[in-house]
């Protein structure tokens, strides 16, 4: 799960279910909660992770897009099981098996995301 506090420069967006990429506009005095994978699990695919990317926008070049995050992730020898029933045909976006530990997903995530 991730905590983000941004400025106003913005540049965040998210991929919709549709495969729609849309701008999160910045809210003064808020932050973003994203869910990460594990939680899509624990929800049994009810809470999906969100794709995220950020975008340097042109009209933002003459300033320096802050932004804080705050990651929170379980122990590592968490294991990966639904807590709750699956959603109706849901396939989590990275193949697990139940009893896979948390690091042992995690490494397999950052092993895809780092070949692409």
């Known amino acids: 799960m991730t905590f983000l506090f941004q400025d106003e420069c913005g540049g965040l967006e998210v991929k919709l279910s549709n495969g ?3 701008d999160i506009k910045p809210i003064k005095n808020s932050f973003i909660l994203n869910g990460g994978f594990m939680l899509e699990v624990w929800s049994g695919g009810n809470l999906p992770a969100g ?3 950020v975008r340097a926008l042109s009209e ?3 300033r320096h897009r802050q932004s804080v995050g705050l990651f929170v992730q379980p122990d590592v020898t968490t294991e990966m099981q639904s807590l709750v029933s699956n959603k109706p045909n849901w396939e989590p976006a990275f193949s697990y098996n139940e009893g896979t530990t948390h690091y042992e997903f995690f490494k397999k995530v950052i092993l895809y995301m780092s070949a692409k």
């Open 20 to 22: 729609e990429w849309v």
């Open 51 to 53: 794709p995220h990317r």
């Open 60 to 62: 933002n070049f003459t």
